[in-house]
Structure formats: C-alpha cells, structure tokens
Nanobody, 127 residues
Framework: QVQLVESGGGLVQPGGSLRLSCAISASEFNEDYYAIGWFRRAPGKDREGLSCITRDDGTTNYADSVKGRFTISRDIAENLVYLQMNSLGFEDTAVYYC??????????????????WGQGTQVTVSS
C-alpha cells in the first residue's frame, strides 16, 4: 500500500509562493502506483483536482484554475513529488492533499480515481 505525507503548508501573503512536498512510501515495484496528484479542499467547497504527474514518464496535467501558476515535479530518487505554487491568492486557501492512483492509469484529476491519500497540509493566504 502506498503511504503519502504532505508538508510545506503555511501562511503566505497574497502574491507569495509556497512549495508543497509529498513523501511517498511504496515498494520498489513500478506497479505500486501510476501517478501522484495534488488536490485541495477549501472551506465549504468540494475537493478540487489541481495537478498530477505520472510515475513512469513524468507526464503532467493541470487544472485550468492553476495552470501557469502551479508546477508539479518529482524527485524519483527521494520518492518526493512537489507542488510549486506561485502568485497565490485568497482563493487558494485550502487544505492541500496528495494522492496516488494505484488502480487506474491516466492523468485524470477526478479525486475518485485516486485511492491512497495523505493527511493534508493547510495553506492560508492572508494579508
């Protein structure tokens, strides 16, 4: 089973940046997960898919709401996936989660296609 731990959240001013990290614990077999995605849940809103990156070739996908501001990347050797977030606004305040696709291949950002989740990290954008 894939285990995920997010870190890097915090308080940031509007226009600022943060980098979130997702530490992945999995076996050495490539079949353990196909991709890692980043999601968020803002107060009173549904969970929103932001970005994902595949394990085999690093293919990425972004939601329109973050395209051009957020960048997903990975460190294969360290089993880490990052989410660099720039130009943050009040609307980016949320709990951010990383999750793994372990059953269905692809880069879809539907949260129901991800089956292992971290505990989340809070990001608050405030002046």
């Amino acid at each position: 089973q894939v285990q995920l731990v997010e870190s890097g959240g915090g308080l940031v001013q509007p226009g600022g940046s943060l980098r979130l990290s997702c530490a992945i614990s999995a076996s050495e077999f490539n079949e353990d997960y196909y991709a890692i995605g980043w999601f968020r849940r803002a107060p009173g809103k549904d969970r929103e898919g932001l970005s994902c990156i595949t394990r085999d070739d690093g293919t990425t996908n972004y939601a329109d709401s973050v395209k051009g501001r957020f960048t997903i990347s990975r460190d294969i050797a360290e089993n880490l996936v990052y989410l660099q977030m720039n130009s943050l606004g009040f609307e980016d305040t949320a709990v951010y989660y990383c999750a793994a696709r372990t059953v269905v291949r692809g880069t879809n950002l539907d949260p129901y296609e991800y089956d292992s989740w971290g505990q989340g990290t809070q990001v608050t954008v405030s002046s």
